[in-house]
């Protein structure tokens, strides 16, 4: 394994095997979502000779990276998910971090799964570079939503029996 060292941390970094999970891909825009675990922190280096491809060449593709994040404990929100929170009132040392798989994109709308004050950052940052989507929030996992739910095309899903639950808590027009 190879180590990384920054100013607030000291890891192995591990191997790019789930590269959808750093990678959101929304229209013609690739955005690098704040990475949640310390070891993944250079893994999209990998990716980049694609992700130029994209954005160069005459493709008119976007390419955005999520600010940096300093990875340290203070900064996580380590309460159980599904503990109630208040959004509002947010821990100020925390720091946004949240998968791509978080995100399930039908067309303009975008179902993210929000579950810790951090993905919650995460996501008000993600809603921010897409002004003329509707997002709609739920609750249902830890962390990724395309364990439970995937869209097959508008308005066919297919849903995991295990999360049957997840169907009450989409918005009215899903």
Known sequence: MQK????????????????????????????????????????NTSMYK?????????????WLRAPLTHLVEK????????????????????????????????????????ATDIQFLGYEWVKSLFPDSQFHVVKCADSHIDGELVC??????LLNPKFAHVRDLLPEKF
């Open 152 to 157: 097959l095309k508008p308005g066919v899903f």
């Open 75 to 114: 900064t996580y929100d380590l309460r159980d998910w599904r503990e109630e929170r208040d959004f509002t009132n947010i821990n100020p040392s925390f720091e946004m971090a949240i998968d791509a798989p978080n995100f399930l994109t039908i067309g303009r709308d975008v179902i993210v799964n929000v």
């Open 4 to 43: 990384i060292k920054t100013p607030t941390f000291e890891t192995e970094a591990s191997s790019a095997n789930n590269v959808r999970d750093l990678t959101l891909v929304y229209n013609d825009t690739i955005v690098e979502t704040p990475v949640c675990l310390r070891s993944r922190v250079f893994e």
């Open 50 to 62: 694609i992700f130029e491809q994209a954005f160069d060449h005459g493709r008119g593709g976007k």
